[in-house]
């Protein structure tokens, strides 16, 4: 993996936990970003260099709310940030991780894909990669 990219947190109140994360970094949120095809509205810290995404359900349906029904708030998934994409996830399958989906744009300008968490150790990895303008 080229970085760490960020780190997802799962809440349920973005707006509650905004003022929460800032209290604890000193810092503002620098934006809230909605993802309506996985059913999350974001927001992101940048602590230096490396972001903090808090995902918020905006959909009973979508893979945040289940998770904190499941699991209740906190760590969601690690986000590493790589260049080529496909290729690189091709490279993970070789490697005997299963990614959850094929690669699709995701929050902050990014094209993501997951790797099942039954394949890294119960972690989920989201691996990342900035769209080409």
């Known amino acids: 993996m080229e970085k760490l990219e960020h780190i997802g947190i799962a809440v349920k109140n ?3 936990s905004n003022a929460l994360f800032a209290k604890l970094l ?3 949120h620098y934006k809230i970003e909605e ?3 996985e059913g999350v509205r974001t927001s992101f810290f940048d602590v230096g260099g490396i972001k903090i995404e808090l995902l918020e359900a905006i959909r009973a349906d979508s893979p945040i709310a289940k998770f904190i029904e499941k699991r209740g708030e906190g760590l ?3 986000a590493f940030g790589v260049v080529g994409l496909e290729d690189r996830v091709k ?3 070789e490697k005997g991780f299963r990614p959850l ?3 699709k ?3 902050d300008n990014k094209r993501i894909v ?3 968490p039954k394949t890294t150790n119960n972690v989920l990895v989201e691996l990342c990669e900035d769209k080409h303008p």
């Open 26 to 28: 000193g810092k503002p």
């Open 114 to 116: 997951f790797l099942h």
């Open 76 to 78: 969601h998934h690690l």
């Open 91 to 93: 490279e993970e399958i």
């Open 105 to 107: 744009d995701g929050a």
């Open 14 to 16: 973005l707006k509650e």
């Open 35 to 37: 993802v309506a095809s």
């Open 101 to 103: 989906s094929e690669p």
